[in-house]
């Protein structure tokens, strides 16, 4: 099987290598009684023939073999086929040989002598193991699929050079700062870092730091004490502590207030922070990855950010094009969400008429990605055609269409047009068609009266 290829992984699959040919067919028949499918090797060359072309759940060594050590074997088993559990079996038992195969990642280690009553009851056991360890191996997978680099869409250059650094730096602990323009999938490459990264099966935590005021912020962040505050009712776990391990996203750094600038520097500096309310430190192991549309440069110059905070989230820094700036990307990423909102609200995808796509690529998308991203969910919502037309896009969209007559540049006809669909779409719910919209309920109200639509 391919070394990385772990999903098929049978648990039933015993691989034994051992030189010694009537004891290992003795082992093997003994392990075959007990409904296991058996395997067997001489060497470590013919184990690795196996172990590369069949699913192994569990294998049985002896540590003297013709052309190695099997407690070393343990080593490479365990980097190159992870899934899988390891019993070192020898005729010559030392604690320090048991010691070392542990060390290395062994399940267990038995001697010769040992195996008759204890062999199956272990491999039951390490049987168990594997499987767990293959769920977990499929978990990790299926996360990398979802937030790896592959869902960073586009083959726009600049996209492209800044996917390659992020793929060099998810292999270390190093903090990173990612910049771009809100919209540009700054929260996406975060999570492929993590995904990609050693911590993958540890915490991802995202904290938009503009989402709170500056003392929730801090609760939040650093966890609080019982009684540090009123309706501090029980003591609290911070986002940096739940991070433990693994990583903690902080987006929109430039927010922060400088008083808690002070305090991130210090976990970022030494692992250790207080909670809120308490006066003994605590220790995490945390990657940091920041980003933010501001330059923060100039904000520490000007005094509203730390600089020696700058510096040190600055280690690694990635920069995100705007969507302007990747148009060779906007036909792709634009059939992406067509077939993902049209799955969503199970309906045919539709295709995109030139003049549509010609429209999507001259919009000086703003708002990048996301904008795009609920441009096309209303179209989706408000189409009813095979193709997506250039009239179904918002208002500004079309103003530099010269084939739209006197009527169609009305901007009150086409607004209520417009929340007409929305409303029947959602079947008169005004609190869903709000948020469709992205207006407030209150200003739905009013332009329904306006436009005479109750």
């Known amino acids: ?3 990385s290829d772990c999903t098929a992984l049978n648990n039933s699959n015993v691989l034994i290598i051992d030189d010694e040919e009537n004891l290992r067919k003795l082992l093997a028949r003994v392990v075959e009684l007990e409904g296991y499918t058996v395997y067997q090797a001489a060497s470590i060359k013919e184990g690795i023939r ?4 069949e699913s192994i759940s569990i294998v049985v060594s002896d540590v003297k073999l013709p052309d190695g050590n099997g407690v070393e074997l343990v080593s490479k088993i365990k980097q190159d086929y992870p899934v899988a559990e390891v019993i070192v079996l020898t ?7 048991g010691v070392k195969a542990i060390k290395n990642g062994a399940f267990d280690y038995l001697t ?24 977990v191996y499929n978990l990790e997978s299926k996360l990398q699929q979802r937030f790896g680099f592959d869902n960073v869409l586009g083959q726009n250059k600049l996209l492209l050079q800044s996917v390659e650094l992020a793929r060099k730096v998810s292999a270390t602990h190093t903090t990173v700062l990612l910049l771009g323009e809100t919209g540009t999938g700054k929260e996406v490459f975060a999570q492929a870092i993590h995904y990609e990264s050693p911590r993958k099966a540890k915490s991802f935590i995202a904290v938009n730091c503009s989402a709170f005021p500056k003392d929730l912020l801090e609760s939040e962040l650093f966890g609080h004490a019982e009684g540090a505050f009123t309706g501090a009712t029980k003591s609290k776990k911070g986002y940096i502590e739940e991070a433990h391990e693994g990583t903690l996203f902080l987006d929109e750094i430039g927010e922060m207030h400088i008083d808690l600038q002070a305090k991130l520097l210090r976990v970022l500096e ?6 809120v309310g308490e006066s003994k430190a605590r220790q995490v192991n945390v990657r940091f990855i920041a980003a933010t549309n501001r330059n923060l440069e100039k904000e520490s110059e000007a005094g509203n950010f730390r600089s020696d905070l700058f510096y040190r989230l600055s280690v690694f820094t990635i920069s995100l094009p705007p969507l302007r700036e990747r148009k060779d990307d906007i036909k792709k990423l634009s059939e992406h969400f067509i077939n993902y909102f049209s799955i969503k609200t199970n309906t045919s995808a539709p295709a995109m008429s030139p003049t549509f796509l010609k429209s999507l690529q001259e919009h000086p998308w703003k708002g990048n990605i996301r904008e795009l991203k609920n441009v096309i969910e209303r179209c989706i919502i408000l189409n009813d055609q095979p193709v997506l037309d250039a009239d179904i896009l918002p208002y500004d969209f079309n103003l530099h269409d010269d084939t739209l007559t006197d009527g169609s540049m009305d901007l009150a006809s086409a607004e209520k047009k417009h929340i007409q669909k929305v409303l029947a779409y959602t079947k008169g719910n005004k609190t869903q068609t709000a948020k469709l919209l992205g207006i407030g309920l209150t200003t739905l109200y009013q332009k329904i009266k306006d436009y005479n639509l109750s």
């Not at 010769?112 to 769920?135: C, D, F, G, V």
């Open 1 to 3: 099987m391919q070394k």
């Open 50 to 53: 196996v172990l590369d072309k």
């Open 91 to 97: 005729a010559y038992g030392t604690i320090e040989d």
């Open 112 to 135: 010769k002598s040992e195996h008759p009553e204890k062999i199956i009851p272990l491999l039951s056991k390490a049987s168990e193991k594997a499987l767990l360890r293959q769920k």
């Open 270 to 275: 030494t692992g250790e922070f207080y909670r």
